[in-house]
């Protein structure tokens, strides 16, 4: 996987595999972000949802495009991620944010929202994996 994330007072910032993408302890939210599977295989594929500050949810986008907002210093508070195509039923997508005022939120999988919306916390890091079942 690749996951590159719109980190406050950074801008994009690319992050690898198994690895979390913003920070933890410095209070600095993601604006938005950017998933890819690599290497590729065929006929997997993601698509992904966002819950932004001052917008809500905005609606799934296909892998490799860019959401949420940059240079607007809007905060990504939740989002979701699922797999498309032939192979989806062979793997498994998991993600975890850390939140603000939270920490780390538990993993979760195929589609189900991770993060808050109406409590004004921001995502400061997202990890993402992808599994063979």
Known sequence: MKVLVHLQ????VQFRENEFAGTHGKSLRL?????????NINNLGLRYMA???GIGDVPF???G??????GQSRR???FAIELRGSQASNYNVFYMAHLEG????QFFTNGQFC???GQSRRVEAILVQLQRK
């Open 9 to 12: 007072d950074y801008g994009d």
């Open 31 to 39: 604006e938005g972000f950017r998933i890819q599977i690599a290497p």
């Open 51 to 53: 819950h932004l500050q």
């Open 61 to 63: 986008v296909n892998d």
């Open 65 to 70: 495009t860019f959401i949420g907002s940059r």
């Open 76 to 78: 990504l508070e939740g």
């Open 102 to 105: 939270i920490g780390n939120t």
């Open 115 to 117: 993060g808050t919306r």
